[in-house]
């Protein structure tokens, strides 16, 4: 296979095993190009590409961005905080102006589940998904499986185990999805509050005593508490603390050294951003076995990889 069926990246449910070994593969030989001295490639110089960022970001934003420069490509930011949606103007309307600008292919992240299909529906161009709500966040998973594919080679029979904020996370839905399709056994972890029953349906293992999961698996991947999405203010409807949570759930050094007394080493990833002394301890999240920083490198990679497949579509 030499390029993707859709001419979107909507999500990692509309992918092929063979679509999702595309992608990282090509990422693969990215990083090849912004490991050497001269770290741009003319590919797609004559592409303009316009970033929108509807909701905040630091990694997915700035590697789409170096990314696409990286490509060669001419680029665009938009932050709605700054934009004329504070005046009302509509996400269709929004981006039929930026579009009116010639622009070739349109990278959005929103807060509404669903705005990417929303808006692939609407307009001609490509349109990749850096994040819709709790949906999905497909480059987060493919450079999470690139990351697991450094470390163990395969993904086929590894156990992964996602700790956390279940509820709320689009990283979490992509990366079963994804980590599925490639082979991998996944588990999520987390209070039942925190965990929708239909995970029980997708094939996943669930699990609430964060000890049997660390037990179980060769990865654990720590998912942040969103706070922001569980409706603001002092009071948490879903756990009764963050202490509380971090007494329950944390992963610390105390907890991996347990579940690796017979021998086996855990591999530690985190989307970002963390919440470091919640769901995850410092001495972890910078701990030997951390791969958190090796996952922002290769988001580079993958988003390079996704917009040149994407772009390779475009007519001449
Ligand atoms: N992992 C991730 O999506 O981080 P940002 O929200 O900073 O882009």
Redesign the pocket.
């Known amino acids: 296979m030499t390029e993707l069926r859709s001419k979107h990246l909507l999500g990692i449910r509309g992918l092929t095993r063979a679509e999702l070994e595309l992608i990282i593969d090509t990422a693969v030989e990215f990083k090849g190009v912004i490991n050497r001295p001269i770290r741009k490639v003319p590919t797609l110089r004559d592409v303009t590409v316009a970033n929108l960022f509807f909701e905040?970001?630091?990694?997915?934003?700035l590697s789409f961005e170096l990314a696409e420069k990286r490509l060669s490509a001419d680029v665009v930011n938009f932050s709605a905080a700054s934009s004329s949606v504070s005046k009302g103007e509509t996400l269709v309307d929004t981006v039929h102006n930026i579009l009116a600008m010639k622009v070739d292919l349109v990278v959005m992240r929103h807060p509404h589940p669903g705005a990417a299909h929303f808006l692939a529906s609407r307009v001609d161009v490509p349109i990749v998904n850096a994040?819709d709500g709790t949906h999905e966040?497909p480059t987060?998973a493919l450079l999470d499986a690139l990351s697991l594919k450094e470390q163990f080679g395969q993904l086929d029979g590894l156990k992964v185990t996602i700790v956390g904020d279940i509820r709320h996370s689009r990283?979490a839905l992509s990366n079963i999805l994804c980590l599925q399709k490639l082979g991998a056994d996944v588990m999520v972890c987390g209070p039942s509050t925190l965990i929708p029953k239909h995970y029980a349906s997708m094939g996943v293992h669930v699990e609430h005593d964060i000890d049997k999961a660390l037990a179980w698996c060769d990865v654990a991947n720590v998912l942040r508490i969103q706070l922001e999405r569980q409706g603001g203010g002092d009071h948490i409807p879903f756990f009764p603390s963050l202490r509380e949570y971090h007494a329950q759930y944390g992963v610390t050094k105390e907890r991996l050294a347990c579940a690796e007394s017979g021998g086996k080493k855990i591999t530690i990833m985190h989307?970002?951003?963390m919440n470091r002394g919640v769901e995850i301890a410092s001495d972890v999240a910078d701990g030997e076995r951390s791969v958190i920083l090796n996952q922002v490198e290769n988001g580079v990679a993958v988003r390079m990889a996704v917009i040149y497949l994407l772009a390779s579509g475009l007519g001449g």
């Not at 905040?56 to 934003?61: E, I």
């Open positions: 905040d970001s630091t990694r997915t934003r994040g966040h987060q990283v989307p970002g951003p």
